[in-house]
């Protein structure tokens, strides 16, 4: 059965040329061995340097610790900062992992829901969850599923409640490079030495240089956070993989062209799949994304419409709707924490994306 897939959570793209050179390299000179448990000396220099010449944080190498992925760079910041009974405040819709990493770690999830403010966090809404046990703000930007990107104001906001009210921010940046139109990404932790304190940094490899199976992500903070998150991943994972470090080092290193090259046809796709879906009846794009490559459409007036049967109800439902009788794809927003929603991932070329869009439309107009 040919099924048209937009559940995609990675970029479609080859890994950048730089990065598969320095991968190479890696094998053939032998570099397969452990590593320190935070990385390769080098590899958290250009790490240091890049957070430096591209979000304007200040820090050293020693602040920073090289992971398995930006999820367990995440994890391994929530393990070591949460107790049992802390809150976790975190924007509802979010990414699925979030509230179940905070449930790991003995901590108490506090889904802040942002639709009535355009799925946007703001210092209000967080000010009016904060409790006593208020440990963690998680903050993601740009934002999976929905696609906002926090703005300087948003932000500053931000940083004073958290700052007056001594949170912890985790800020997870790994769409930082896929932003479009007039957005602007801007990293919480530059925006002064108050809230650089308090917040970790997490980014990685995966999005901006098509690495996801490289599995490359890092966190920047406090040298005492830093030290112990390296200590939980000592016991969990040692160090990332050798290859996988050389091949990031070099990705850091090398031309930046194919990164602008892939956002700008994550671009066009984004605007083709905006204007499909826009069109068509019963669904509403409720925030236009401004970063990342996924569409978070409201799909819940349709519900009403689909033939019952045996079909679950809601936003899964719907997408086995769309899989049975459109063979497309989608994920169910239940997961993200809106049932009313469907998550759609334009990271597939723009042919796929068409054809997809026809499809849709045919099932949707047809009820």
């Known amino acids: 059965m040919d099924v048209v897939n937009l559940t995609a959570g990675e970029p479609d793209f080859d890994t950048m040329p730089a990065a598969r050179s320095g991968g190479l390299e ?40 090289v992971s398995n992925g930006a999820k367990q760079s995440i994890y391994n910041a929530l393990m070591v900062l949460v107790d049992p009974g802390d809150e976790v405040i975190m ?9 179940e990493i905070v449930s790991l770690a003995g901590g108490v999830p506090v889904l802040v829901d942002t639709s009535s403010n355009g799925y946007r966090l703001s210092a209000e809404a967080v000010a009016a969850a904060v409790t006593s046990r208020t440990k963690v703000v998680m903050l993601n930007s740009p934002s999976n599923p929905v696609g906002t990107v926090a703005t300087d104001a948003e932000l500053r906001e931000l940083v004073a409640l958290c700052v007056a ?14 932003v479009y139109g007039s957005a602007e990404f801007v990293s919480i932790a530059s925006l002064g030495e108050e809230i650089q304190r308090l917040t970790i940094t997490v980014n990685g490899f995966s999005k901006a240089y098509a690495m996801t199976g490289w599995r490359m992500g890092y966190a920047a903070a406090e040298p005492q956070i830093v030290a112990a998150m390296t200590n939980l991943q000592s ?52 925030a236009v994304p401004e970063g990342a490559f996924y ?73």
């Open 26 to 65: 890696a094998i053939e000179a032998g570099f397969t061995r452990y590593t320190p448990v935070a990385g390769i000396p080098e590899l958290r220099a250009a790490i240091a340097e890049k957070l430096l010449r591209d979000n304007g944080i200040s820090c050293e190498p020693e602040q920073i610790v």
């Open 91 to 99: 924007p509802s819709p979010c990414w699925v992992s979030y509230p």
């Open 165 to 178: 009210r001594d949170l912890y921010v985790i800020s997870d940046e790994i769409y930082e490079k896929l």
């Open 235 to 286: 016991q969990c994972t040692s160090g990332a993989s050798s290859i996988s470090q050389r091949a990031a080092l070099a990705a850091l290193n090398g031309d930046q062209a194919p990164l602008e090259s892939m956002r700008q046809q994550f671009d066009r796709r984004r605007q083709l799949v905006l204007q499909r879906l826009s069109a068509m009846p019963g669904v509403v794009i409720e």
């Open 295 to 367: 569409i978070f459409p409201r799909v819940s007036d349709i519900y009403g419409r689909m033939a019952s049967g045996n079909r679950s109800s809601g936003s899964v439902g719907f997408a086995d709707f769309l899989l049975e009788a459109a063979r497309v794809a989608v994920v169910p927003g239940l997961p993200f924490g809106s049932d009313d929603h469907i998550r759609v991932s334009y990271a597939s070329s723009l042919e796929r994306l068409a054809e997809g869009m026809n499809r849709i439309e045919s099932v949707v107009r047809s009820l």
